[in-house]
């Protein structure tokens, strides 16, 4: 069965830093393709922050371009995702979602909070 774990959330005041995890467990390495890092904020639309394949390219949403930073531990089952210079706008609970084959996989979220 394969399982998606997030750490690394918390309370932060703003122009503070985070790291988030994910570690996938019960997954084959080499069949992961591209794993992505959403965030949903209390009566908002689940956004995509970030996105890097398989080669190591990355993408980003508009608002986060600049301050995070996706990388990966391909060898691990895990993705990171460097969160600095936070705003209280950046206050979600963040998913992390794997590709791996036909098959999508989520965690179950870590809450971010950024405030004075």
């Known amino acids: 069965q394969v399982q998606l774990v997030e750490s690394g959330g918390g309370l932060v005041q703003p122009g503070g830093s985070l790291r988030l995890s994910c570690a996938a467990s019960?997954?084959?390495?080499?069949?992961?393709?591209?794993m992505y890092w959403y965030r949903q904020a209390a009566g908002k639309q689940r956004e995509l922050v970030a996105v890097?394949?398989?080669?190591?390219?990355?993408n980003y949403g508009d608002s986060v371009k600049g301050r995070f930073t996706v990388s990966r531990a391909s060898a691990k089952n895990t993705v990171y995702l460097q969160m600095n210079s936070l705003k209280p706008e950046d206050t979600a609970v963040y998913y992390c979602?794997?590709?791996?084959?036909?098959?999508?996989?989520w965690g179950q979220g870590t809450q971010v909070t950024v405030s004075s």
């Open positions: 019960g997954i084959i390495i080499f069949s992961i393709n591209t």
């Open positions: 979602r794997f590709n791996a084959g036909l098959s999508d996989y």
């Open positions: 890097i394949t398989r080669s190591g390219s990355t």
